[in-house]
């Protein structure tokens, strides 16, 4: 069973790199199962790995052929079905995948033989200058993201005015200022030459940055957050939150001066960083410890997380309710909601769209634009 399990989380890494979201302890959980399954029995082998580590019908073609690709006797020569083939149509992106050689010497080989599939994996770029605005963030260099962080910083970000309770004086308008009224009134002796007018001073809006860091998230957290930089330095208040199975607020680290420092700072401070996802605690943590602290003066909340939940429907439904009746707007960011094809069928998903007001994608440049215009007719 020991030379089973080594396949098994080499089998997982080729899942990873493919784009699906297999952590390598859900290895132990799928060995276990197939002690109570016939291994010689390829259906019942296929099925239980299938059940187990794919979450999404989409990815169904994805595991099949990295199925069929890496449980079987390897070949002399790589054909086009072979892992280079399924590599390039690899849903978030083409990866290079180099072999280590085959040893055609050893005759016939046991699944022990193909244990090490695949050496590294990476990403394929067209330039390290020019980056695409409909390119996904999960096909990003190093080199890319730091262009287009670039670009981020000469989009325009407001999330809108609001009016507070404080009073200012206005060149015209229908409610008079009485104080100023009665001090006029005195040049005049007594007669109401003078109306002066007032208004309610506005303010810019503040915002809110709930952000999910979980495992499924992790091909578009290094991009997000140096998004999520961006909108922490700028002159208007902004509180930002981290989650995967617990809430941190990372709002005085997020304002360090560079955002690779304070990426790296961040991914340190966060303990569950990578982790699972349980959206529902992580907005109970907020509404309970926070939420009078940073939504007393109706702020924009831009929730950024792929909806994919591992707590209870329920209580992410009740927690999205309370926290939509006490902002300005909730706006849920989705970066699967970039693929044509996606549908918010999950539990979580389902539950939390009647409490959200926006639903938008946030998978490459040109979704962020589109929601700094967004952002910006607020002010209407």
């Not at 080499?10 to 959980?29: C, K, N, Q, S, T």
């Not at 083939?85 to 193909?114: I, L, N, W, Y």
């Not at 939504?295 to 707590?311: C, E, F, K, N, Y």
Request: charged letters at 30%; aromatic letters at 8%; one cysteine or more.
């Amino acid at each position: 069973m020991s030379f089973l399990l080594h396949n098994l989380l080499h089998f997982g890494e080729l899942l990873h790199a493919g784009g699906l979201d297999v952590p390598a302890g859900r290895m132990i959980d799928v060995a276990k199962a197939l002690e109570y399954v016939d291994v010689r029995r390829r259906a019942d082998f296929y099925i239980t790995l299938r059940t187990l580590l794919v979450h999404r019908p989409q990815d169904f073609p994805l595991f099949d052929d990295a199925f069929r690709t890496f449980w079987r006797r390897p070949p002399g020569e790589w054909s086009t079905d072979d892992l280079r083939a399924m590599g390039e149509r690899r849903r978030f992106g083409p990866p290079q995948v180099d072999f280590p050689p085959v040893d055609q010497s050893a005759g016939d080989t046991t699944a022990a033989a193909v244990a090490e599939p695949v050496d590294r994996v990476t990403a394929m770029t067209f330039s390290d200058r020019d980056v695409s605005r409909t390119k996904d963030f999960a096909e990003y260099t190093d080199a890319e993201v730091e262009d287009a962080r670039r670009s981020l910083a000469l989009l325009s970000w407001d999330a809108g005015q609001r009016r507070t309770r404080r009073w200012t004086p206005a060149p015209r308008g229908r409610l008079l200022d009485l104080r100023r009224l009665a001090r006029a009134s005195h040049r005049y002796g007594g007669e109401l030459i003078e109306l002066p007018v007032r208004t309610r001073k506005t303010r810019r809006r503040p915002l809110v940055l709930i952000c999910d860091v979980s495992g499924s998230m992790e091909r578009y957290t290094r991009m997000l957050l140096h998004f999520v930089h961006g909108l922490s330095g700028l002159a208007w208040r902004v509180e930002t939150f981290l989650f995967a199975t617990r809430l941190t607020r990372v709002t005085r680290e997020m304002l360090r001066p560079r955002a690779t420092a304070a990426v790296q700072t961040v991914a340190r401070y966060v303990p569950d960083w990578g982790g699972g996802t349980r959206i529902g605690d992580a907005l109970r943590t907020f509404n309970i410890q926070w939420r009078r602290r940073v939504m007393a003066r109706g702020p924009v909340v831009l929730l950024i997380s792929d909806g994919w939940d591992r707590g209870e429907p329920e209580i992410l439904r009740r927690e999205m309710a309370r926290l939509s009746r006490s902002c300005y707007r909730s706006i849920w960011l989705n970066p699967l909601l970039g693929s044509p094809s996606y549908q918010p069928l999950t539990r979580g998903m389902q539950a939390a769209l009647p409490f959200v007001d926006d639903f938008l994608p946030v998978h490459n440049l040109a979704s962020l634009e589109a929601l700094a215009e967004h952002l910006n007719k607020l002010r209407a």
